[in-house]
């Protein structure tokens, strides 16, 4: 009994240290939510209305979610810092310093022949429910190498990955669809991913074709689940290992 408790043991540090080693290996990323300004919605009426939150609410919850659904896919292969929940690095003055340094522009504005997509998920056809995008991107550039700097030294971070604009749109909507439930939407994420030297290296939208779903729960478990797992398969897929 003794040799298969300590066989146990024996296998449990050998595990246990491989998932240290595996993680300390990781690429190191700083995840920027988007600023609540970059939120476009004209959805927000109807949500509140099923959901029974207001609107503010709304907004919030959906960017908080996001935001968590995207931090915990990329945890499982990268080393993840949620500025939003880094209380003990003071994350939140790190968020306030990145919004106020932030400078936003459209991709099409970049004067470069390179693309900024991934190449992975592309639309095929017109079934085609998620599919990215590298064309009509917010870039969210911070104009300020010093605060980089000074970020990817105090959290020892490779990449700043920036959800820079989060969009619900509905389309098809008039009384008759409204009644029967028949309208469609669609889910926007726009993201970036920045070298802690400041060069731009992804810069896409994620798009998901949806249904006329009109509660929290529902556009959460659907929809902002999907964005943090394809997130994950582009990073991992792009990224220098």
């Known amino acids: 009994m003794k040799k298969?408790?300590?066989?146990?043991?024996?296998?449990?540090n050998v595990l246990l240290a491989q998932q240290d080693s595996t993680k300390a290996s990781a690429k190191k990323i700083i995840l920027i939510p988007y600023a609540p300004m970059m939120y476009f919605s004209d959805a927000d009426q109807d949500i509140s209305r099923f959901s029974k939150l207001s609107e503010q609410r709304v907004r919030h919850v959906i960017r908080t979610k996001t935001?968590?659904?995207?931090?915990?896919?990329?945890?499982?292969?990268?080393d993840v810092v949620s500025l939003v929940n880094a209380?003990?690095?003071?994350?939140?003055?790190?968020?306030?310093k990145i919004y106020a340094a932030t400078q936003y522009y459209v991709s099409t504005a970049i004067q470069s022949k390179k693309r900024f997509g991934s190449g992975?998920?592309?639309?095929?056809d017109k079934k085609q429910q998620i599919y990215t995008s590298d064309s009509s991107t917010?870039?969210?550039?911070?104009a300020s190498p010093p605060l980089l700097t000074e970020l990817a030294k105090k959290h020892q971070a490779d990449y700043f990955v920036y959800i820079t604009q989060f969009e619900i749109n509905t389309?098809?909507?008039?009384?008759?669809?409204w009644l029967k439930q028949d309208y469609k939407r669609t889910y926007i994420l726009h993201y970036n991913v920045w070298g802690v030297d400041g060069k731009l290296l992804l810069a896409e939208t994620i798009t998901i074709e949806a249904s006329g779903?009109?509660?929290?729960?529902?556009?959460?478990?659907?929809?902002?689940?999907?964005?943090?797992e394809k997130l994950k398969e582009i990073l991992v897929t792009s990224l220098p290992k």
């Open 4 to 12: 298969i408790i300590w066989a146990f043991l024996f296998l449990s």
């Open 67 to 78: 935001e968590s659904h995207v931090y915990h896919k990329l945890l499982s292969s990268f």
């Open 87 to 96: 209380t003990s690095l003071n994350g939140e003055e790190d968020l306030k």
């Open 120 to 124: 992975l998920f592309k639309k095929k």
């Open 138 to 142: 917010m870039v969210a550039e911070i």
């Open 171 to 177: 389309s098809n909507k008039n009384s008759i669809e």
């Open 213 to 228: 779903e009109n509660t929290i729960s529902d556009i959460e478990t659907k929809y902002l689940a999907l964005f943090g």
